[in-house]
DNA sequence: GTGATTATTTATCATATGTTAAGTACTTCC
DNA sequence: GGAAGTACTTAACATATGATAAATAATCAC
């Protein structure tokens, strides 16, 4: 868990009762490659930190599995449409290598807020910063090509391609797993 | 200020003293229509809440005006991509009718996090929804043809196309003006 | 109110991406 | 290690949206 609270670290530092705090409320799992971390239709109830592996938000559009994000070693995931509004969630986490997790009880953590301000803070700065990530994002899809998409995507995230099937990497691009083959043929 | 706080209600109910603290930090401004509040370039360091009027955020890619978002009557609208990161924003807040708008200093009130954590909280609710219709957004935009976009705006936002010129509501959908007008004349 | 500016529509053509289908390459599992 | 399934590519055709240009409509300034 050790690198659960160095992460954490780089937005708020935290006396030793909040980290044991949050310790305590948080475990460790190992999981393997295609599992489902939570169903769809569940309301989202934990928030997940990749220790090591991948992971990703997907839902089914018409039928047709679509990527909203992936997270990779030392980074957050959670449903936030969920997560903040206590309603239901139309997408799911699915593990994409096996990976080692900790998964953070929402419930009580959001109860810890009350005791501890430094931990209110903490999440609230992190989800600040996921906010802007997604306002950048929206700019990003709404006006560049998919090659450009593509383009950015290789040069801020080579891991992706790397550790993510092609299929997945095409719905996160908003594009069709044919046209991401195109657009890679004409290289 | 009343329906600032009315609007914040909604949110967190807050001690006499904390609304008085933001109270102070906060001014009513009467804005022409056309006005840039702020220009691009500027770090961005105050909230606005559109007590009467239209605004919207905009900025330009490779000189063409694509607009981010609106905010109507009893709403708050900021350039987050700047207000939670101290970098200088590429985006502007333009009022697209005459408006009266307050304006919150967010400098003193980030400083006031510390002795009133209602405070924190509140805008800690406040962004956390913003972010979620943020994430939502993006599904919209990523999976629904310009007509379905321009359709569901219709239903959603009626007013938009009432107080908008079009040109904004344009690139706003992720269009060309001509593709908004060929879709509206399609029916 | 008249002219000038700005906003919107319409038409034509170009192009990026979608759709469907088929073929190849890679994994997994007994 | 071979069969079956899964992932990826390629090709042909369809379609939505972009780009440019010109026409009309609405708004603004004097």
Redesign the pocket.
């Known amino acids: 868990m050790t690198s659960l609270f160095k992460y954490l670290g780089k937005f708020n530092t935290l006396s030793k009762e909040a980290e044991k705090a949050i310790a305590e409320l948080s475990k460790t799992i190992t999981v393997k490659?295609n599992t489902d971390l939570q169903p769809i239709g569940h309301t989202c109830k934990t928030i997940y930190f990749v220790n090591k592996g991948v992971a990703r938000i997907y839902y089914f559009k018409d039928g047709v599995d679509i990527t909203e994000s992936f997270a990779f070693d030392n980074n957050i995931i959670a449903r936030v449409e969920s997560l903040f509004t206590g309603k239901p969630s139309r997408k799911a986490i699915q593990i994409i290598e096996d990976s080692e997790i900790v998964a953070i009880n929402s419930t009580q953590l959001f109860k810890l807020y009350d005791k501890f301000p430094e931990i209110e803070r903490l999440f609230r700065l992190i989800f600040e910063s996921a906010y802007v990530d997604t306002v950048n994002r929206i700019e990003g899809i709404q006006f560049h090509?998919?090659?450009e998409?593509y383009n950015s995507l290789i040069k801020d995230a080579p891991d992706v391609l790397k550790r993510v099937?092609?299929?997945?990497v095409a719905s996160y691009l908003?594009?069709?797993?044919?046209?991401?083959?195109?657009?890679?043929?004409s290289k």
Not at 165 to 168: A, G, M
Not at 174 to 185: A, E, H, K
């Open positions: 490659k090509t998919a090659e998409r099937p092609l299929k997945y908003g594009i069709t797993q044919v046209s991401l083959s195109r657009i890679r043929g």
